[in-house]
T-cell receptor, first 113, second 111 residues
Framework: DAGITQSPRHKVTETGTPVTLRCHQTENHRYMYWYRQDPGHGLRLIHY???????DKGEVSDGYSVSRSKTEDFLLTLESATSSQTSVYFC????????????FGEGSRLTVL | SQQGEEDPQALSIQEGENATMNCSYK?????LQWYRQNSGRGLVHLIL?????REKHSGRLRVTLDTSKKSSSLLITASRAADTASYFCATVSGSARQLTFGSGTQLTVLP
């Protein structure tokens, strides 16, 4: 299994609070992705990174920010959580980007009350 | 917006039968990938087929790609209860750095 760890795995928070999810990899892969998974929507890309300090928006980036200060860590921040951000968040990594396979973490389940 | 759409949304078969899932997409692609997701787990890559390939095999998996119809199919032969999972197709187009996933097919294999 690819060395990819998400934390926390489960979090319950209240509307308006900040939340940070962490993705940590030990594979030295260049590309890292944050997806959210909701019933009926499959996986939707939030943000991705193609190198340290290099990030770009995905399909559903509003309300989210990311940072990647070192190769192994990719942080997803919800500045002020809303109930619509209740979801399961998946981090994925790849050494070839979208032209190759992605390796996924086990997911972080976030509930915003 | 979703590029790939799987069909059917749900499929239930008996162990030993074959399972076929289809994926349709809207724009031209560089490659198409299939992933499996067991309940409560992350996605696992199954197979990648490039736009210039028509068929690819991996163990009990067979993937076909018809770029003229913008569609792909995933065939799982001699299914097992352990194949019960959701299956997603994903595509990348042009110079995009991102993989776009469909909403998945939920496969249930009954023992």
């Amino acid at each position: 299994d690819a060395g990819i760890t998400q934390s926390p795995r489960h979090k319950v928070t209240e509307t308006g609070t900040p939340v940070t999810l962490r993705c940590h990899q030990t594979e030295n892969h260049r590309y890292m992705y944050w997806y959210r998974q909701d019933p009926g929507h499959g996986l939707r890309l939030i943000h991705y990174s193609y190198g340290v300090k290099d990030t770009d928006k995905g399909e559903v980036s509003d309300g989210y920010s990311v940072s990647r200060s070192k190769t192994e860590d990719f942080l997803l921040t919800l500045e002020s959580a809303t109930s619509s951000q209740t979801s399961v968040y998946f981090c994925a990594i790849s050494d070839k980007g979208a032209i190759g396979e992605l390796f996924f973490g086990e997911g972080s389940r976030l509930t915003v009350l | 917006s979703q590029q790939g759409e799987e069909d059917p949304q749900a499929l239930s078969i008996q162990e030993g039968e074959n399972a076929t899932m289809n994926c349709s997409y809207k724009t031209s692609i560089n490659n198409l990938q299939w992933y499996r997701q067991n309940s409560g787990r992350g996605l696992v890559h199954l197979i990648l087929i490039r736009s210039n390939e028509r068929e690819k095999h991996s163990g009990r998996l067979r993937v076909t790609l018809d770029t003229s119809k913008k569609s792909s199919s995933l065939l799982i032969t001699a299914s097992r209860a352990a194949d019960t999972a959701s299956y997603f197709c994903a595509t990348v187009s042009g110079s995009a750095r991102q993989l776009t996933f469909g909403s998945g097919t939920q496969l249930t294999v009954l023992p």
